[in-house]
């Protein structure tokens, strides 16, 4: 996930400009950005994509992308530096010093390959560059293991088998904070990650949602003092891919996500009631693990 860090030349807000980020149309029915009531955030638009920032995190609240599966590019990612975005304080995004000299990667939220799509290879290469903002990056561990793998490819999967509009998909996704987040150079490093993809199924919006979780034993994370900062990287562990009903995940974010949660196709979302939490999250060890109540691949 993380490459050797590249200079990047300056960049103004004026370089950012014209950027339309995440179309809410982009399926043929309004899907909004999810907003975050309560909480001071700032959407910041990008190519096919947008960031959502929570300032007080220095962190995105959300992403939302719009990929179209019919005019993805194969384009090469060497060459292309990390940037703070310019249109937003520098003390109100992370940058290169939470990620130096440790085993943190900076996670792609948006996924670059996702990204990449367009009309013409410019506007590819836009959508390319685009995904290296901090903005677009959260703290991840750096092994790259089966479990990071499986939820990379989700969206693959997704793209690929989606009833009817298989060729368009939307993602959103973003952190999960909470009070076990540990504090590292300033910033908390969240341990849970989620991911919504919403498409449309026999000409109906349908949505599914996952959790990826990188929480180490518990007796491994250290008593960090809060607020305050460490220079100490915390523990971070193994990549658990879960599905999920939205449901939850809108409880875990406060992400106003009513309108996925009514159309979740996991099967148990229609039947939680006051069910805890986290007590009928699936654990995925494959893409064929997915528990939907309809075939992908009719």
Do not use: C
């Amino acid at each position: 996930m993380d490459d050797e860090l590249l200079v990047a030349p300056p960049q103004t807000a004026k370089d950012l400009a014209g950027r339309a980020g995440f179309d809410e149309n982009f399926l043929g029915q309004p899907v909004p950005l999810p907003a975050l009531p309560g909480v001071e955030t700032i959407s910041l638009p990008y190519t096919h994509f947008s960031v959502l920032m929570r300032p007080d995190k220095r962190l995105a609240a959300v992403t939302a992308l719009g990929m179209d599966g019919s005019k993805l590019m194969d384009l090469d990612r060497a060459g292309i530096p990390w940037r703070l975005d310019p249109r937003l304080a520098s003390d109100l995004q992370t940058g290169e010093r939470l990620y130096a000299r440790n085993d943190i990667d900076r996670g792609h939220l948006v996924r670059r390959a996702s990204a990449v799509w367009g009309d013409t290879v410019a506007e590819a290469k836009l959508a390319n560059e685009d995904t290296f903002h901090y903005t677009n990056a959260a703290p991840q561990a750096a092994k790259f293991n089966q479990g990071l793998e499986l939820w990379l490819g989700l969206e693959s999967y997704l793209q690929e088998h989606a009833a009817q509009y298989r060729d368009r998909i939307v993602v959103f996704t973003g952190p999960i904070f909470s009070g076990h987040d540990p504090m590292y150079r300033g910033v908390e490093i969240p341990l849970r990650f989620f991911k919504v993809a919403v498409f449309i199924h026999q000409g109906e919006l349908a949505a599914v949602g996952y959790v990826v979780d990188q929480t180490p034993e518990l007796s491994e994370l250290p008593d960090v003092p809060r607020p305050g900062a460490i220079d100490d990287v915390p523990p971070l562990g193994p990549f658990r891919t879960f599905q999920t009903p939205i449901r939850d995940i809108a409880e875990l974010t406060g992400l106003d996500l009513d309108q996925l949660v009514a159309v979740d196709r996991m099967p148990i979302a229609a039947t939680l009631g006051t069910a805890p939490v986290g007590s009928t999250w699936r654990k995925l060890n494959a893409v064929e693990d997915l528990d939907l109540d309809f075939d992908l691949e009719d």
